[in-house]
């Protein structure tokens, strides 16, 4: 990648291919003192209020910078890694690369918390290893005084729902979900029926003095790509049909429709949703009704099947953070007269550790 001058015009070139750069693009790039705030490197213009016709009056260009005066009398330089850097994602949390895994994952991404964990260079690569495999486990997270909202909040902002800041996971008389029972909950990924759904669950092992109640944990993605493979048509109908998620009780209705495997703008894997007791298919055609049932019935084997379920139990002070994008998630039975099994659960968004992966590359220089 370079850049390169010709008439008063400035090109890019990359692998052969060269392409002008719009004067307007670079003006509004302009970023000296009366340009640009040092402090929140937010505009102090507004492009949109300057003349469309911007032009280059004159143009030089050194190892590092590009100085240019524009025809409205405004002269900068420009530094060329700031502009190369605008022509490669390389920080984009996308070219981190998902590491498919299955039930031989041996290596739990455990990481221990310590007082300054989230301006921390471990912290960093927690949440790369977040992004490989869809969940971390962070050791020794402290279990008084509600952490969790202190723990999101540090890495983000809490994404409050209708089940509070955070919930308490644990079993209760005359529960609004299955969750606050103490029966086995097959994967499954959280509130399909949120629009958006919750990217990222958080779960905080309080107390656990039963011998049941492991935590499961199958990856979506892997399950998902060996349907497409042995299966490409239950994949395709499952990647095309909308059907309805919803929850109720007695004060709210959630509803929303989407797809059980829904793929991004490139046909690629995005989010998968997956709970069937919450499901609801539009009414189709027969035959075509008779597949998705087919698909769906054959995806919730893979999911439930012990060739792709890790199984593990969370000790107090556990805090297992889960791409609810990617990742189903579930638990085992448990024996409530055992003792007590206790978790604070929560969500944030993908804005949350995107901003702070990318806070803690530039802080480190990685
Ligand atoms: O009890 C558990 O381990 C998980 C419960 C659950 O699925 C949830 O809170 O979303
Ligand atoms: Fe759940």
């Not at 921390?120 to 977040?130: G, H, R, S």
């Amino acid at each position: 990648m370079k850049i390169e001058l010709e008439n008063n015009k400035v090109f890019f070139e990359n692998q052969g291919l060269k392409k002008e750069i719009h004067p307007f693009w670079l003006r509004e790039r302009v970023n000296g003192d009366n340009f640009v705030d040092k402090r929140t490197q937010q505009r102090l213009f507004d492009p949109t209020e300057l003349e469309g016709n911007i032009k280059i009056d004159s143009l030089s260009l050194s190892n590092d910078y590009l100085e240019i005066t524009f025809n409205d009398g405004v002269h900068t330089k420009l530094a060329i890694q700031n502009i190369l850097k605008e022509f490669s994602n390389i920080n984009d949390v996308k070219h981190i690369k998902k590491i498919k895994w299955d039930s031989s994952l041996e290596n739990l991404n455990n990481f221990e918390f310590n007082e300054n964990f989230f301006e921390d260079e471990e912290m960093y690569k927690a949440l790369i290893n977040f992004y490989q495999y869809g969940f971390v486990i962070f050791k020794k997270v402290p279990t008084k005084n509600d952490f969790i909202v202190n723990f999101a909040n540090s890495i983000g902002s809490i994404r409050r729902t209708n089940f509070g800041e955070y919930f308490n996971v644990k079993s209760k008389p005359n529960p609004n979900d299955l969750a606050y029972t103490s029966l086995p909950l097959a994967p499954h990924t959280d509130n399909p029926y949120r629009n958006p759904v919750p990217c990222i669950q958080i779960l905080h092992c309080i107390e656990n003095e039963v011998s049941g109640g492991l935590s499961t944990l199958v990856d979506g993605f892997t399950v998902t790509e060996q349907l497409k493979k042995d299966f490409p048509d239950y994949y395709k109908i499952l990647t095309e049909i909308k059907v309805r998620f919803q929850f109720i009780d007695q004060s709210v209705v959630l509803e929303d429709w989407a797809e059980m495997i829904q793929l991004n703008e490139l046909g690629e894997f995005k989010q998968v949703r997956f709970s069937p007791r919450l499901d609801f298919v539009p009414l189709m055609d027969k035959d075509k009704l008779e597949l998705y049932y087919a698909a769906r019935k054959k995806i919730s084997e893979l999911y439930n099947s012990d060739n792709y379920r890790i199984e593990f139990k969370l000790k107090p002070g556990d805090l297992l953070m889960m791409d609810n994008y990617r990742l189903l998630h579930g638990r085992t039975t448990y024996d409530a007269n055992e003792g007590n099994r206790f978790l604070q659960g929560c969500y944030i968004d993908y804005d949350s550790t995107e901003g702070k992966l990318k806070h803690l590359k530039r802080k480190f220089n990685i």
